[in-house]
């Protein structure tokens, strides 16, 4: 299991879906959004679906400037979530360990994290809206 590090500058939100499927969908209502899910999660390995309550969560990340979405967001697989100041001198660059879908590793406490390709998240996650705008084209062009 990879443990990724998100700068809290980019996380919009933490959204709870009740009554999740056992796959994560591709687009969620947020804040009257229609917002893409990326799932970069393999389903054999961690459920999106909590098998308890039921639930999935996804983070709703802020997107860059010049690219397709405002906003996009991610299903989380696995867990725990948590909320840490880091400091410098506490991490341990790593960057022979770099996962794919990575921009940077560090140790802190003994444990590999990864730092997500944002830019690259961005553009996978926005890449469903890409091909209908495409085959919207297409359509109208056709019809002409």
């Known amino acids: 299991m990879q443990r990724w590090a ?10 709870t879906i009740a009554d999740a ?4 969908p591709e687009f969620i209502q947020w804040r009257g959004r229609d917002v893409p899910v990326l799932d ?4 054999d390995a961690l459920p999106w679906q909590d098998v308890h309550s039921g ?25 725990p979530l948590g ?7 506490d991490l341990i660059d ?5 996962a794919e879908n990575a921009s940077a590793a560090f140790l802190l406490d003994d444990v590999l994290y990864q730092v997500p390709d ?16 495409k085959t919207n084209a297409t359509d109208t062009e056709s019809q002409a």
Do not use: F, M
């Not at 998100?6 to 959204?15: H, Q, R, S």
């Not at 790593?94 to 770099?98: A, F, G, H, T, V």
């Open 6 to 15: 998100v700068p809290k500058t980019c996380l919009g939100e933490i959204v």
């Open 21 to 24: 499927s056992a796959e994560p």
């Open 40 to 43: 970069l999660g393999d389903a």
């Open 55 to 79: 639930t999935g969560l996804i983070a709703v990340i802020l997107g860059l400037h010049g690219e397709a979405v405002d906003y996009w967001a991610v299903a989380l697989r696995g867990g």
């Open 83 to 89: 909320v840490r100041e880091l400091q410098k001198d």
């Open 94 to 98: 790593r960057p022979d360990e770099l």
């Open 118 to 133: 944002l830019p690259r998240w961005q553009r996978r996650a926005a890449a469903p809206l890409n091909d209908n705008s």
